[in-house]
């Protein structure tokens, strides 16, 4: 069983919205921190959201003020809204989940990477965004 599973990516055209979902298992998604990464050809990860248990969120600035990370505590569902998009939102997007401190926006993708326990993560869905 997938620990995390993306879902509601496709193909839009620039200026155009895609909300895209997670669903995950329950131990991931009571962490205590939960976020979005993507990854374009050729490219680097890059995080993009993250949600604290709290409710507190955090956005890189290439997303600021176009993309909203939100949660389903009823359905175990992550969500990432995404507004007003362009060209260079083109990418895999995976959810990923992290429990204790040291998972944040500019750490979550070196978390990944370095396989530390207590990080799951998605196989992810491609948007691809035409200009």
């Known amino acids: 069983q997938a620990q995390m599973a993306e879902s509601g990516g496709g193909s839009v055209q620039a200026g155009g919205s895609l909300r895209v979902s997670c669903v995950a298992v329950e131990y991931a998604y009571n962490s205590d921190h939960m976020g979005w990464f993507r990854q374009a050809p050729g490219k680097e990860r890059e995080g993009v959201a993250v949600?604290?248990?709290?409710?507190?969120?955090f956005y890189a600035d290439s997303v600021k003020g176009r993309f909203t990370i939100s949660k389903d505590n009823a359905k175990n569902t992550l969500f990432l809204q995404m507004n007003n998009l362009n060209h260079e939102d083109t990418a895999m997007y995976h959810c990923?989940?992290?429990?204790?401190?040291?998972?944040?926006?500019?750490?979550?993708?070196?978390?990944?990477?370095?396989?530390?326990?207590?990080?799951?993560w998605g196989q992810g869905t491609q948007v691809t965004v035409s200009s």
């Open positions: 990923a989940a992290g429990r204790g401190p040291g998972f944040t926006l500019s750490t979550m993708t070196s978390l990944i990477a370095s396989g530390r326990k207590g990080v799951w």
């Open positions: 949600i604290d248990r709290d409710g507190t969120t």
